[in-house]
């Protein structure tokens, strides 16, 4: 039976008053299921208002972590500082963070490998922008930015990771990429971690991100390489995202 994850990506949005409320809502819908992970992954300084609103089953990721370990570096959350939370997940290379501060591979690398190194699974973002999807080079891009992972550490920590194919296009501009495009992407990037380990190839699960929503959640979601969801704007709505759970909730029910 397929495993779907559905990530919530608060991004820079809530307060401690609509946190609650979502949370509470989402806390009465969302029930234990070894096949369907729901994680939260709020601002940093809400992390510990969700840890303690959350039931069990709901899991805690960070948005970021820091490339440093520790030190002089004002403003930055350390992995280990994650670890101390006992968050189990840390989302890595979104394509805001590569664009607007200055994520580029080597960075990403580092914190890839700081989040293994305390004990957080990373989601790794990646995706082509408009223009390289326009200029046939999709693929290539997705290819390099797991290659340049893979390489600067190790295949193994991917026994442990997730994935999630965002193209930055379909990102937050209610645009989604068609199920049969996304599957397209997922396959290839099966494809890739192949061809260092076969196994991890077949068992990592690969999200999709970019405008997620009730209404096309189902079309993703089946697809044989999607193995669910990173939500951003829909998971701030609490009936959506529980459409959205609901709806994977009966997929793997099927
Ligand atoms: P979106 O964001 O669902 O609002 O497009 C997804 C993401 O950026 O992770």
């Given at each position: ?125 990646v ?15 997705v290819?390099s930015q797991i290659?340049s ?106």
């Amino acid at each position: 039976m397929k495993k779907l994850f559905i990530v919530a990506n608060w991004k820079m949005n809530g307060d401690k008053r609509f946190n609650e409320q979502l949370m509470r809502y989402i806390n009465e819908q969302v029930f234990k299921n070894s096949n369907l992970e729901v994680i939260i992954c709020p601002p940093f300084t809400y992390l510990t208002q969700i840890l303690e609103l959350k039931i069990s089953c709901i899991k805690i990721g960070a948005q970021n972590i820091s490339e440093k370990k520790d030190g002089a570096f004002t403003g930055e959350i350390s992995g280990s500082m994650l670890q101390d939370l006992k968050l189990d997940y840390v989302i890595i290379g979104h394509s805001e963070r590569r664009q607007m501060y200055n994520d580029d591979d080597n960075v990403i690398a580092r914190k890839f490998e700081l989040a293994h190194q305390n004990k957080l699974t990373p989601i790794l973002c990646v995706g082509e922008s408009l223009n390289e999807r326009n200029h046939g080079q999709t693929l290539s891009v997705v290819e390099s930015q797991i290659k340049s992972v893979i390489e600067a550490t190790q295949i193994e920590l991917f026994a442990k990771s997730i994935i999630a194919y965002e193209p930055v296009w379909a990102i937050g501009t209610g645009e989604t990429a068609t199920s049969i495009q996304a599957e397209e992407v997922h396959s290839s990037i099966r494809a890739i971690i192949e061809t260092y380990d076969s196994n991890i190839a077949t068992s990592i699960p690969i999200l999709y991100g970019g405008s997620v929503n009730a209404a096309n959640c189902k079309d993703l979601f089946t697809m044989v390489n999607i193995n669910g969801g990173l939500i951003g704007g829909a998971s701030l709505n609490g009936e959506e995202f529980v459409e959205i759970y609901q709806t994977a909730e009966k997929i793997i029910n099927e």
